[in-house]
């Protein structure tokens, strides 16, 4: 059977690797390399993706068992690392936690890429260090004003060919207005938020999937899509929408250990 959704996702992903129809979600261009463990929330996944290749994305813990993570990185199999600043040599300070569960969202689309959030639920509790932390969520009824600077960071590719960053990586970008975004065709203001001003050369790119857009200290986004090119505005999961969802399956999450 084969329908043209499956054939379209199969054909994406054979061109660029969990990345969303406009683009390459992720990688961190034009910023500058973050302090060490400044970002202890930061989390770094090793994915085997459903056809069996080998993929990384962006994450950040919001509980001691709870990673936040792009829907599109979902995969066969999910290995967190926290306590990371430089992936190329294995540090003391990481905790390497395989993923028991991913609560990939009941609204996820990939052809629109909409509602791209996914919780993933810790095989152990992480335990919080200097370098290991979470990070708050924003009140459910946040309004981000357009023209605020924000942060993305992650190990994402630092330019559109070449390779990921082996150092965490972060970049200063500026909340523009729903307008921006519009030559996305899905793009939808309520649900996401559009950050990058175009003419700058700052944005995120392939490997920074899935990362935290932070505002003030709070993750107010989760890193979605890029076009191509990686001209910025990017897309970015709006997260104070889906703040009663999270709390819901974190709560059932709670009473499943406790019942
Ligand atoms: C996932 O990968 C990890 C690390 O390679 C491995 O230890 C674990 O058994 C795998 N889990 C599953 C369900 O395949
Ligand atoms: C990361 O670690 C590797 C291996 O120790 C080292 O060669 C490299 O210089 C480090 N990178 C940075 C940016 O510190
Ligand atoms: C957390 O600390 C305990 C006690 O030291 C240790 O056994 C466990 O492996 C640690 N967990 C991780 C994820 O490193």
Redesign the pocket.
């Known amino acids: 059977m084969g329908g043209v959704a499956e054939n379209m996702q199969a054909l994406l992903l054979l061109l660029v690797i969990l990345l969303p129809p406009e683009a390459g979600a992720g990688e961190i261009i034009g910023g500058i390399e973050s302090k060490p463990h400044s970002r202890p929330y930061m989390a770094q996944l090793e994915i085997i993706t459903n056809k069996g290749k080998f993929a990384r994305c962006g994450g950040f813990l919001i509980s001691q068992e709870f990673v936040i993570t792009a829907a599109h990185c979902k995969g066969r199999n999910i290995t967190v690392i926290l306590g990371v600043h430089n992936m190329s040599q294995e540090e003391s300070t990481w905790?390497k936690?395989l993923v028991k569960e991913q609560v990939i969202h009941p609204g996820y689309n990939f052809i629109t890429n909409l509602n791209d959030i996914m919780l993933l639920k810790l095989q152990?509790k992480?335990?919080l260090t200097h370098a290991v932390g979470t990070i708050p969520l924003p009140p459910k009824s946040t309004f981000l004003p357009p023209g605020r600077m924000c942060w993305a960071t992650g190990w994402g590719r630092t330019g559109v060919n070449q390779p990921g960053s082996p150092t965490l990586r972060e970049v200063k970008l500026k909340l523009m207005g729903a307008k921006a975004c519009d030559h996305f065709l899905f793009y939808n203001n309520n649900f996401q938020i559009c950050a990058g001003n175009p003419r700058n050369i700052r944005s995120i790119y392939k490997g920074d999937s899935g990362g935290p857009l932070l505002c003030a200290g709070v993750a107010q986004g989760v890193t979605s899509y890029v076009s191509r090119d990686a001209k910025p505005p990017a897309v970015f999961t709006r997260i104070s929408p889906y703040v009663p969802w999270i709390n819901e399956v974190l709560k059932k999450d709670n009473q499943s250990l406790n019942g």
Do not use: M, P, S, T
Request: charged share 0%; no cysteine; hydrophobic share 40%.
């Open positions: 905790q936690l152990n992480a335990n």
